[in-house]
């Protein structure tokens, strides 16, 4: 059972660098999410999907931005990298019932030199 | 706006001790409520949930009962694991847009042999 992959796993940029982390789930979830986990803050919402096609912002959307063309791909992405973001990001899944959890990827630990 | 607060931790106990993690909330209206947990290098898994007052979420010897007069969800556990070692975090879904989560910032727990 996948569940939700993400890619890649690691990686290191430098400041000014861009790239795209993605999300894959194979649930057929509606709803999806993209976190970033700095130490003693726990995850912040930073965008997320309620379906195909739709975006919106979260707790702190700033520098990022998303995508969602196909249900099951959620695209986050760094345009102009800074050190700020160094994090870790999770991506994560839910159905549209009332109630239902979330479900995680195993995260991307990103750094920025 | 919503929030979440957690027990800071580290909090260390030695195996079969009795556990408590605090949990208080702050919602605007009636909120479910989760405890998710994260081993190291994984991402976070749902452990339990309560959807109403006077719910308990129970799951692998943990519960939490949603207190709704004094608004918290703790934690606890009779007889700890050494496997039990992780990062808990408590978490808080409006029922409104996109079921958003709002974590606490999360209690490292570690048990000894």
């Known amino acids: 059972n996948a569940g939700v992959t993400q890619t890649p796993k690691f990686r290191v940029l430098k400041t000014g660098q861009s790239m795209t982390l993605l999300c894959a789930q194979d649930?057929?979830?509606?709803?999806m999410y993209w976190y970033r986990q700095d130490p003693g803050m726990g995850l912040r919402l930073i965008h997320y999907s309620v379906g195909e096609g739709t975006t919106a912002k979260g707790e702190v959307p700033d520098g990022y931005n998303v995508s969602r063309l196909k249900k099951q791909n959620f695209l986050l992405g760094l345009e102009s990298a800074a050190p700020s973001q160094t994090s870790v990001y999770f991506c994560?899944?839910?159905?549209?019932?009332?109630?239902?959890?979330?479900?995680f990827g195993d995260g991307t630990r990103l750094s920025i030199l | 706006g919503n929030s979440v607060t957690q027990m800071e931790g580290p909090v260390t106990l030695s195996e079969e001790a009795f556990l408590t993690i605090n949990c208080t909330y702050t919602?605007?209206?009636?909120?479910?409520l989760f405890w998710y947990v994260q081993y190291p290098g994984e991402g976070l898994q749902l452990l339990l949930k309560a959807t109403k007052a006077d719910d308990k979420g129970s799951n692998k010897g943990f519960e939490a009962t949603y207190r709704k007069e004094t608004t918290s969800f703790h934690l606890e556990k009779g007889s700890v694991q050494v496997s039990d070692s992780a990062v808990y975090f408590c978490?808080?879904?409006?029922?409104?847009?996109?079921?958003?989560?709002?974590f606490g910032s999360g209690t490292q727990l570690t048990v000894l042999p």
């Open positions: 649930m057929n979830h509606e709803y």
């Open positions: 919602a605007t209206g009636y909120p479910s």
């Open positions: 978490a808080l879904s409006d029922l409104g847009s996109a079921r958003q989560l709002t």
């Open positions: 994560a899944s839910s159905l549209t019932g009332s109630n239902q959890p979330q479900h």
